[in-house]
């Protein structure tokens, strides 16, 4: 599993000739590490007195950004496997018609759910840039550059997904398919946006200008 190597080994295969890992699993692991972000100013809130009145509303939000920080990790492995199931279904013997009619309904199948990977990961990154929304305005304001770039991960990881979305959609011959999951990624891709703003804005706040 790609989770399981060291940073280096992941990044040496990463930039090796290998299509996969590739943009999905960079998307994948960029929310993971917005996510953990958000969750390391949860802890670093937890416990402080000056921090009192919002210890549950933290501990609340730690939770649920664990849970979503462990689904992105997820998503990492499960990204490059949708690809590859995509290359073994265009690897299937074509030479009979009966031959060309399974190959193409295996690579369209595939395609769908290489398409649903990516949506799963925006999905995912809009939740916990809610929570990356909740530890900008309420917690430790000594780690409001953290909560920041937690949302600037979250962001791209939504970003980048939205591109493999996208290309994979224009394989798609399902016209209903398509169409859904157009007006999903789009609506996702609106809310991403609107939300890592105003998380930036909370940011701002707490640097006072600098």
Sequence with gaps: MLTDRTVVQFLDELASSSPAPGGGSVAALAGAAGAALTSMVCNLTIGKKKYADVQEEMKSVLEQSEHLRRELTQLIDKDTEAFNMVMAAFGLPKVTEQEQAA?????????????????GVMSVCEQALRHAKTVAAKGNKNSASDAGVSALMLQASCAGAALNVRINLGGLSDVAFVQQTSVRYKEISRQVELLTREVLLEVEKSLGGQ
């Design 103 to 119: 190959r193409a309904a295996a690579i369209q199948e595939a395609t769908k759910q290489a398409t649903l990977v990516p949506l």
